[in-house]
């Protein structure tokens, strides 16, 4: 197995680092568009199996020729979701298989936006999946920790705990705090304003439809100390991906954004600072006045700490997981959890990254493994819940040193 | 009585509308930076006793020598408070009479900003009290709504209503509600994050002290159909006035902010939105990407609508009042709110400007006309409370069609 990475950001960094431990690969090539933080990618390792390139991933074709010149059998997509099309085609162009941890983005529905669905998340690639199934090749999509291990749960449950589902609720919460600082989101606020004002995706009897932003509020319990934090249902890949392999009456995903982060977000929102319809405003440039256009949404950002360096200060445990109702192997009422927790201070400790993008970049270098060993095959445009969930589960726990949890919940 | 009113915004065309109806000056020289608001302001009356003019509000000397020119007896401070010491210089340096309606700014203390005061409001205007007295000039200073009105309503109580005060509660508030706008402030945003971050300032037993930002909540039940507002202190210079002339044990400024504005001022600060320290952003300018210093809180008021414009979608009533506690004139306990309300759509149809702007011009208006006919006169630095409050609230309720109001609580 030749790996083509392309993204030397924050899960690309931390999915080199856990490679590195691993032995199922020939070579890694690290790919960015600043040809920089590949080298710094690289350079951290001391591992003769990894080096660096540039590439320009909005152009299927820079990639298609970067994946020709690397020899590589897999492209791993780990940049921003605006950059899956042109990924995704360039690994096609050259016969690679390929792996992303978010999909296609969706456009609203252009009358009924909080109503109806528009172009769905990852639409654009399942429209492909006859053409990369006739061609043998390989595109497991939504791969990382939500999507991704959160869809491994989803097929576990479907087949060992549960006889009939009702609900797959995904569930993400953290209890993180940054020290310094009074406010500090772990993650780019930038990606979570799009995220959260998306209007956010639910599957029900058969269908999916769409809520405005923040809809059904919830309080949910998250284990190992994180505590009750308020979740509300934002767009994202599980949804489309679960029902696509798993029978369930309804699929949804709530993000425990808490109430304060869900205020904020509110507040930026109301007062139009979210916006990325540029307003003017008076500067200073080069000793001269001038009125110039800026974005808000770059404002708020510029005002913000950078997530990125934050992992020193950070305390506390990030929790990924599915929250599955329905009835048991026995036809009995069933309500469990599964779910994935990382600690700050070991992710730091361990492996130098913070535990949001461990998390993250752990899951696809689990199924690079089992793809490597053939434990995992297939063709076509697959979500993770298309595998067996078992040896994913065992090899995270076992090779990875991240165990998993399960909790019968009332 | 001529008249140089310097500022044509919306409280200094506010004033011009005003005084136009009435008789007791010779002329009112309209002076703004921008020339062409104050010949808007000239224009829009028909009444050639108004004139208009240029003038650096923020150049002692260009206001002195415009004083000179005008041949101007008063000088009306109406612009922004940065302003305050050039004109009030100016004015003296010509020997002209000074009205203001708010004061020389304050700074915190350096060490101790949310429990000592530093330089206070008023401070370097008071310091120059004796010079005016020796001149016999007079500076009424702090005669708008609040502070203005409110100081002369305390004056009122402690003359007719009290045998002893306890507190001098200023409390202002508002229902009001922009057609249109989940979120239209009816004032500049920029100045009232800059009033509303300033440590608040109290005076109590013999001295003056402050605390934090939105300190003190509470939640207060304003007249004519106003209801509860939560309100919490606030910087202002009626802290400041009243204990020089009354006597009081304690004396407070509350604004009837509102939950939700007071939410979202506390999330521009947690943000660093409220900060006038630039941020780098990108941008573009002339087809060319710089990177540029922007100020966050220029952003955040360029999001908003501008309130000078929504006088036609406004509605509701503006309320300004004292809440007097303490014992009457037979010892007994007594608590009494003094209040005057105006409401948008009168002040609309009868004036053409919005209710907030009109109920701030219309007191200096009073306080003119009670100076050009002698039955106010002095010599100094004066607040509103060092003046007889009853032929003031005669004037403003039978010549200006504005009646005040006074309510009993329990």
Known sequence: MKILLIGAGGVGSAFCAIAARRDFFESVLVADYARESADRAVAALDDPRFSAAQVDASDAASVEALVREAGATHVMNAVDPRFVMPIFEGAFAARADYLDMAMSLSRPHPDQPHALTGVKLGDEQFAAAGEWERAGRLALVGMGVEPGLSDVFARYAADHLFSEIDELGTRDGANLTVDGYDFAPSFSIWTTIEECLNPPVVW?????????????????????????????????????????????KRATFKYGLGNEFIEVLKTLHMLGLDSTEKVNVPVVIGGRPVIAPVSPRDVVAACLPNPATLGDRMHGKTCAGVWVTGKDKDGQPRSTYLYHVVDNDWAMREYGHQCVVWQTAVNPVVALELLANGTWSGAGVLGPEAFDAVPFLELLRDGYASPWGQQELA
Not at 206 to 214: K, Q
Not at 219 to 236: K, Q, Y
Not at 237 to 245: G, N, T
Request: glycine content about 6%.
């Open 204 to 248: 029900q009897d058969g269908e999916w439809f769409t809520t405005p932003p923040f809809s059904e509020p919830e309080v949910f319990d998250f284990p190992e100390g994180i505590g009750p934090v308020e979740c509300v249902n934002v767009e994202h890949e599980e949804v489309i991906l679960m029902p696509r392999w798993i029978d369930t």
